[in-house]
């Protein structure tokens, strides 16, 4: 069954591509990188957790984006030949805001985009209970900030940044994404552009308030655990619980959205991540692809498996894409 699932992938992928980047969308793109997304086995699927580091990356640990000691500490994965002027990938770690670390998650994804040229980003940030949200975003917005003041020493192009995450990181590339260039969002920094060029977002959390019941309908309470990284309840603080809620921050001008999320997902209900990308997409000027994996499961990206491989195809694609043909991009130029 596991072959089986991870098999219907790799369709349920390219059909997202193909429905939301508009007709021969895939001429504009790299042919390799095109002809990998009909793919539906790769030996490096065989893998599992093993190899997952690349000969041909170097990855430079450690480095301090902030003043919060561990919790303000970066890792970068950039090809050994050096290359400059290469797009940037941010990915920020899952653990529901209160646990995790930043060589974790996604690690595959990170490795291969560094391989071929990328400049990879993975960041700590603040976890509660000891900090209250919004510090986690702010957090995730000071990657970027950092990204755009040094990450040319590190052959980034600060002019083409996407963000990623699992879980809740991909509630906080959501949110940083929808957010960009807020000055309440940015103390200290509130001048400093952090707008990016798209978002990918897989298994996240959209919907604090459950506000499509999702949540009650299956009998699930979920509010005091929020309440701890929050630090108040819905009816104490409605609006900053809304601040908090992917779902509830969509804007015309959002970029665009890579939304991956397994059917099955018994931690994050799939029914949260549908919702959203359909309210982005009514909303959005900008593409919203929506990728819902049948058999599926939470932690979909930690190892090499059929499944994930056609992740990182459609996503290598569909950020290709964007590096071509993004309005994001050349308005920052």
């Given at each position: 069954?596991?072959?089986?699932?991870?098999?219907?992938?790799?369709p349920?992928?390219?059909?997202?591509?193909?429905?939301?980047?508009?007709?021969?969308?895939?001429?504009?793109?790299?042919?390799?990188?095109?002809?990998?997304?009909?793919?539906?086995?790769?030996?490096?699927?065989?893998?599992?957790?093993?190899?997952?580091?690349?000969?041909?990356?170097?990855?430079?640990a450690?480095?301090?984006?902030?003043?919060?000691?561990?919790?303000?500490?970066?890792?970068?994965?950039?090809?050994?030949?050096?290359?400059?002027?290469?797009?940037?990938?941010?990915?920020?770690?899952?653990?529901?805001m209160?646990?995790?670390?930043?060589?974790r998650?996604?690690?595959?994804?990170?490795?291969?985009?560094?391989?071929?040229?990328?400049?990879c980003?993975?960041?700590n940030?603040?976890?509660?209970?000891a900090?209250?949200?919004?510090?986690?975003?702010?957090?995730?917005?000071?990657?970027?900030?950092?990204?755009?003041?040094?990450?040319?020493?590190?052959?980034a192009?600060?002019?083409?940044?996407?963000?990623?995450?699992?879980?809740?990181?991909?509630?906080?590339?959501?949110?940083?994404?929808?957010?960009?260039?807020?000055?309440?969002?940015?103390?200290?920094f509130?001048?400093?552009?952090?707008?990016?060029?798209?978002?990918?977002?897989?298994?996240?959390?959209?919907?604090?308030?459950d506000?499509n019941?999702?949540?009650?309908?299956?009998?699930?309470?979920?509010?005091?655990f929020?309440?701890?990284?929050?630090k108040s309840?819905?009816?104490?603080d409605?609006?900053?619980?809304?601040?908090?809620?992917?779902?509830?921050?969509?804007?015309?001008?959002?970029?665009?959205?890579?939304?991956?999320?397994g059917?099955?997902?018994?931690?994050?209900?799939?029914?949260?991540?549908?919702?959203?990308a359909?309210?982005?997409?009514?909303?959005?000027?900008?593409?919203v692809?929506?990728?819902?994996?049948?058999?599926?499961?939470?932690?979909?990206?930690?190892?090499?498996?059929?499944?994930?491989?056609?992740?990182?195809?459609?996503?290598?694609?569909?950020?290709?894409?964007?590096?071509?043909?993004?309005?994001?991009?050349?308005?920052?130029s």
């Amino acid at each position: 069954m596991i072959i089986h699932w991870g098999l219907q992938a790799a369709p349920v992928v390219n059909r997202g591509l193909d429905d939301n980047l508009g007709q021969r969308w895939r001429d504009s793109i790299d042919a390799k990188i095109a002809r990998r997304l009909h793919n539906r086995f790769t030996f490096t699927a065989l893998l599992g957790p093993f190899f997952v580091r690349r000969h041909d990356v170097k990855r430079i640990a450690n480095i301090q984006y902030g003043d919060a000691g561990v919790h303000h500490l970066l890792d970068i994965y950039r090809h050994k030949s050096l290359p400059t002027n290469r797009p940037v990938l941010i990915h920020f770690h899952g653990g529901a805001m209160v646990s995790g670390s930043k060589n974790r998650q996604a690690l595959p994804l990170l490795y291969r985009l560094a391989s071929q040229g990328w400049v990879c980003v993975s960041a700590n940030y603040r976890l509660s209970p000891a900090a209250t949200f919004p510090d986690q975003l702010i957090d995730a917005k000071k990657v970027i900030a950092w990204i755009r003041e040094y990450g040319k020493q590190y052959g980034a192009n600060p002019d083409s940044i996407f963000v990623a995450g699992s879980s809740s990181g991909a509630q906080l590339a959501a949110l940083a994404a929808l957010t960009s260039n807020d000055p309440k969002l940015q103390p200290g920094f509130e001048n400093v552009d952090t707008s990016v060029s798209a978002a990918i977002n897989l298994y996240g959390d959209y919907d604090w308030l459950d506000t499509n019941g999702t949540w009650t309908d299956s009998g699930r309470d979920r509010t005091g655990f929020l309440a701890s990284i929050m630090k108040s309840s819905p009816a104490e603080d409605r609006e900053a619980w809304e601040q908090a809620s992917p779902l509830t921050r969509i804007r015309k001008d959002a970029p665009p959205f890579f939304v991956i999320h397994g059917d099955r997902d018994t931690s994050l209900p799939v029914q949260d991540a549908h919702h959203f990308a359909q309210k982005l997409r009514s909303i959005s000027q900008s593409p919203v692809v929506y990728a819902e994996l049948p058999g599926a499961e939470h932690n979909l990206d930690l190892f090499h498996s059929i499944r994930n491989e056609a992740v990182m195809d459609g996503i290598d694609a569909f950020a290709a894409w964007v590096c071509t043909n993004n309005k994001h991009n050349s308005d920052r130029s």
